[in-house]
T-cell receptor
Framework: EAGVAQSPRYKIIEKRQSVAFWCNPI?????LYWYQQILGQGPKLLIQ????????DSQLPKDRFSAERLKGVDSTLKIQPAKLEDSAVYLC???????????????FGPGTRLTVT | GQSLEQPSEVTAVEGAIVQINCTYQ??????LSWYQQHDGGAPTFLSY????GLEETGRFSSFLSRSDSYGYLLLQELQMKDSASYFC?????????????FGRGTQLTVWP
C-alpha cells in the first residue's frame, strides 16, 4: 500500500509571502493530521480532520494558517502571510488501524521543510 | 494540559543496550507510544503501551508504569541504523480520535 504523500518536499519563501502544502493520505484513512515540527522539537498538532470535517484546530494560528480537506481525501495547509517563526517541517499523518490496547498508529508523510527568510 | 520529559541525547556503541526514559504529566492518561525518526525522515511507529508492563517487539521493548507516570524504550543489540531521534507521545483520555502529544525527542547516536 502506498504511504502518505506530501509535496513539495522543500520550500523557501520570504516573510509575508504565502505558501501551500499538499497531502494525500493512505487510501481509506478517514482521519488526517497536520503537524508542525520545529528543529529539535517533537511534532505539534495543528489540525485534525475526520473525513472532510475539522475535529480539532485548537493549536492552529487561525490568523495566518488555514487548512481544508474538501472531499475527505487529500488536504491542503496554507500559511498567509508567513513569519520567520513558521520555519519548520510540516508533517501530514493519517490514522491507521487500532492497535492492541485501543490506540491508533499514525502513518506520517516525509514532510515539507519550510524556510522563511 | 500535557507535558513529557525525555533526555535530549543518548550515545552507545554497536551491540550495546540503551534505555530511553520518558516521564509524563497529563490530564487523564490513555496510553504511551514511541516513534522513531531518522534525520530528514518521517516519524514511524514503534510501540504502544496502555497497561503496566513490558511490551516486546524484536530488538525493541517498551515499558510503562502508570502509577509513576513513567515509561521507557529499550533498544537491544544496537545497530548503526538505530541512530535516530526517538519520541514518546501520550494519548490523553478524552482526546479526539487518537490525538498524540509528543515529547521533544531523544537523539540516539550509535558508534561503531
Amino acid at each position: 500500500e502506498a504511504g502518505v504523500a506530501q509535496s513539495p518536499r522543500y520550500k523557501i519563501i520570504e516573510k509575508r509571502q504565502s505558501v501551500a502544502f499538499w497531502c494525500n493520505p493512505i487510501s481509506g484513512h478517514a482521519t488526517l493530521y497536520w503537524y508542525q515540527q520545529i528543529l529539535g522539537q517533537g511534532p505539534k498538532l495543528l489540525i485534525q480532520f475526520q473525513n472532510n470535517g475539522v475535529v480539532d484546530d485548537s493549536q492552529l494560528p487561525k490568523d495566518r494558517f488555514s487548512a481544508e480537506r474538501l472531499k475527505g481525501v487529500d488536504s491542503t495547509l496554507k500559511i498567509q502571510p508567513a513569519k520567520l517563526e513558521d520555519s519548520a517541517v510540516y508533517l501530514c499523518a493519517s490514522r491507521g488501524p487500532q492497535v492492541a490496547g485501543g490506540s491508533y498508529e499514525q502513518y506520517f508523510g516525509p514532510g515539507t521543510r519550510l524556510t522563511v527568510t | 494540559g500535557q507535558s513529557l520529559e525525555q533526555p535530549s541525547e543518548v550515545t552507545a556503541v554497536e551491540g550495546a543496550i540503551v534505555q530511553i526514559n520518558c516521564t509524563y504529566q497529563t490530564s487523564g492518561f490513555y496510553g504511551l507510544s514511541w516513534y522513531q525518526q531518522h534525520d530528514g525522515g518521517a516519524p514511524t511507529f514503534l510501540s504502544y503501551n496502555a497497561l503496566d508492563g513490558l511490551e516486546e517487539t524484536g530488538r525493541f521493548s517498551s515499558f510503562l508504569s502508570r502509577s509513576d507516570s513513567y515509561g521507557y524504550l529499550l533498544l537491544q543489540e544496537l545497530q548503526m541504523k538505530d541512530s535516530a531521534s526517538y519520541f514518546c507521545a501520550v494519548t490523553a483520555r478524552g482526546s479526539t480520535l487518537g490525538r498524540l502529544y509528543f515529547g521533544r525527542g531523544t537523539q540516539l547516536t550509535v558508534w561503531p
